[in-house]
């Protein structure tokens, strides 16, 4: 009896509830103010993956018989910051920074260089080959105070060919030989996607021609755009050579143009190349003396240019020994670009997307080059200014410094950003519970 008494009660109670609530007022929420902000972000360091080495044995000891090793080695790293290790590699809180080293003999022997860059989340490397003779050497430096872990996808002319994690400890480096892990690739592409921080992703391409080195060089990190310019693929000599290395990650119809000084180079087949997803393709641009290559294409793509330098062997009479130089395509905006000088004998190649004036300017302001260049004009002028000077050149225009030391060293200093965009954000505050 009680129960029923209790389960009346109850049922009562809940209809007057009901009843009470329906006669509440309904108020709308009011509007909160906001404002709107730029914010700066802060840079975070840039990072040098450090010194080349030798796939196999140690660069430090020389062998006199195969010549794997080399004492006639230097290395400077160039930056106006502090530094400091990140592994074996080099963390700077400059603007810009970048390595330079030159290996005399051995099986790395040439010029290579590579501007310090920032960490990405997602990055893609276009260099370096895994066939017989080839090694492809991928760097990861963490120039952060907490721990990485990237994912690592190789591509080869097939598309996708293996993905593999790897853990970089705070200020620490994780390294690969790629040809452990995907052999026999001509053609080699690289993703590294590291969420939160990000890591820094470079490739040493070092090649040798049976016990003759083949050269060595670093390939650095880009972003896909729908349109690119590589600005300098002339050759060195009558016997080097030029190929360019192209990927398009959802795959993307493309159209490419040689410019020269005086004219556009009749590129034959190359004026709607299919590129699909994933695939990389290699494509031998034209002998030019001094050149740049252009690319237009319906959807992000990635470009590289590979030029190989012969030079004369020092070790075995009549043998033939070359250098090998990377330069990647660059996404021409409207945002200022810096490099460093690398030394050596250094050019300034450039490129203008339409008419206007390019200038090389020095850190105390001197106008170190004054050109007026015409729409799909290409230059390359010397330059004499001491190693480590940070350039800075004018927005809208491609452009990249080349250094060479005869005979047959070869080696490209690509420019950098020295800022990054503003955020838009919009602050406000709103009432979370309606008030009468």
Known sequence: MWRALASAAAAGGAVAAVLWSADLPVVAPREGSAFTAEVEPRLQDVACPGPVSVPVGDLDSPDPVLGSGADDRTIAVYTRGSTRRAGEGVASDAAIAASVERVGSGDVAGLAAITCTRALSDQWILGGATTIGDS???????????????????????????????????????????????????????????????????????????????????????????????????????????????????????????????????????????????????????????????????????ASALITVPRVSATVEGALAADIAWVRGQAVDEASLA?????????????????????????????????????????????????????????SFAWTLRASDAPGFLTFVEPGRTDADAETVTVGVATYVPLP
């Open 339 to 395: 490099a460093v000088a690398p030394g050596y004998t250094a050019a300034l190649a450039v490129y203008a997307p339409r008419a206007g004036v390019f200038q090389l300017t020095t850190a105390t302001g001197r106008v170190l080059v004054d050109l007026q260049l015409a729409a799909d004009e290409t230059a390359r002028v010397p330059i004499s200014v001491p190693a480590g000077s940070v350039l800075t050149g004018t927005a």
């Open 136 to 302: 492809a050497r991928l760097v990861l430096t963490n120039p952060a105070a907490v721990a990485v872990e990237a994912t690592v996808t190789i591509y080869g002319s097939l598309g996708k060919d293996a993905e593999r994690v790897v853990a970089i400890a705070p200020f620490g480096q994780g390294e690969m030989l790629l040809e452990g892990v995907s052999p026999e690739i001509a053609a080699l592409a690289v993703r590294v996607q590291a969420p939160g921080v990000g890591i820094v992703a470079a490739i040493q391409d070092s090649r040798l021609n049976g016990f003759q080195a083949a050269g060595t060089d670093w390939a650095s990190a880009a972003v896909p755009a729908p349109d690119l310019v590589v600005p300098d693929v002339g050759a060195v000599g009558a016997d080097s050579t030029a190929v360019l290395r192209l990927l398009a990650p959802e795959g993307a119809i493309v159209s490419l143009g040689l410019r020269t000084p005086d004219t556009d180079v009749v590129w034959e087949g190359v004026r709607s190349l299919q590129l699909e997803p994933g695939l990389v393709v290699d494509v031998p641009i034209p002998a030019v003396d001094v050149g740049a290559v252009t690319v237009s294409g319906d959807g992000p793509v990635l």
